[in-house]
C-alpha cells in the first residue's frame, strides 16, 4: 500500500481556530520539589517563555515533518483532523477548526487567560514552522521505524517544554493538562489514551505495518509527557 503524506501546508488555518479570554478559574499553586518541603517554586521569566515556545514548536515541527515524509499518522486533534479529511473528504482546516473548538473553550474557562494566550501563539508558530520547514530542510533516506521513535520522541520534548511553561498546542494537550491540575492524572496516560482512539481509527486509511509504526510513535511521545511531567518532581511554573 502506498504511504499517504500529510499535507501540512494546510496547517496554517489552525490559528484562526483560536481565540483568547479571561479564565474563571486560576492555574494551581505552585509544586514543591517534594512532599514536607517550604520550596517555593520560581516563576520563568518573559524571555524563558518565548525561548520555550519557539525551542518547543521546532521540535514539534520537526517530528511532524518527519511523520509526513514517511506516512505515519500523529495522534491528538491534528491525527483527527486528517482522519476526517481523508475519509469524509472535508478540508483540513476546517475539521481541525472543528476538533479543536470544545478544547479551546475549556482553555479558555479553565486554564487560564496566559495559557490560552501562549498556547494561541505555540500553535501559529507551529502552523508557520510546518509550512516552512520542506522549503528549508529535506530527507534523503527517512526510515519509518526511526521516524516513529525519533519523531515521537522530539514532539514528546517539544510538547514537554510547552508544558513546562504553561502552554499547549491546544486539542488533546489542553484536556489532558487540565486533568493533570485537577485531578493529578498523569498528563502522559491521558494523552496516550486520547491518541489510541485516533490511532485506532487510522486502519481506515492506513496499512496495519504504518498504523504500528504510528502507535509507536504516539508511545514514544506519551511516555516522555508521563516519566516527565511530574509536578512533584519540577518546580519552575
Given amino acids: 500500500m502506498n504511504t499517504m503524506p500529510i499535507n501540512t501546508s494546510c496547517l496554517a488555518t489552525a490559528p484562526a481556530a483560536i481565540g483568547a479570554a479571561e479564565a474563571t478559574q486560576p492555574l494551581p499553586a505552585a509544586s514543591r520539589l517534594?512532599?514536607?518541603?517550604s520550596l517555593v517554586a520560581?516563576?520563568?521569566?518573559?524571555?524563558?517563555?518565548?525561548?520555550?515556545?519557539f525551542t518547543g514548536t521546532l521540535f514539534v515541527a520537526f517530528g511532524v515533518l518527519m511523520f509526513g515524509n514517511t506516512g505515519l499518522l500523529t495522534g491528538g486533534t491534528t491525527g483527527l483532523a486528517f482522519l476526517i479529511h481523508y475519509t469524509l473528504g472535508w478540508n483540513f482546516g476546517a475539521?481541525?477548526?472543528?476538533v479543536n473548538v470544545?478544547?479551546?473553550?475549556?482553555?479558555w474557562r479553565r486554564m487560564g487567560r496566559v495559557f490560552t494566550l501562549k498556547t494561541v501563539l505555540a500553535v501559529g508558530l507551529l502552523s508557520g514552522l510546518v509550512t516552512l520547514l520542506p522549503k528549508w530542510v529535506s530527507f534523503g533516506v527517512l526510515s519509518p521505524l526511526f521516524t516513529a521513535v525519533m519523531g515521537?520522541?522530539?514532539?514528546?520534548?517539544g510538547i514537554l517544554m510547552l508544558f513546562r511553561h504553561r502552554a499547549s498546542l491546544g486539542g488533546f494537550n489542553v484536556l489532558a493538562l487540565f486533568l493533570h491540575d485537577r485531578y493529578g492524572w498523569p498528563a502522559g496516560r491521558v494523552q496516550m489514551a486520547m491518541d489510541a482512539v485516533v490511532l485506532l481509527g487510522s486502519?481506515?486509511?492506513?496499512?496495519?505495518?504504518?498504523?504500528?509504526?504510528s502507535v509507536l510513535g504516539a508511545v514514544m511521545l506519551n511516555q516522555t509527557l508521563a516519566t516527565n511531567h511530574r509536578k512533584e518532581r519540577y518546580v519552575a511554573l
Fill in 95 to 98: 475539521a481541525l477548526f472543528l
Fill in 34 to 37: 517534594e512532599s514536607g518541603s
Fill in 152 to 157: 515521537g520522541l522530539l514532539m514528546g520534548v
Fill in 42 to 53: 520560581p516563576r520563568h521569566q518573559p524571555f524563558e517563555d518565548v525561548q520555550a515556545l
Fill in 102 to 107: 470544545p478544547f479551546y473553550v475549556l482553555a
Fill in 203 to 213: 486502519f481506515a486509511v492506513l496499512d496495519w505495518q504504518h498504523v504500528a509504526l
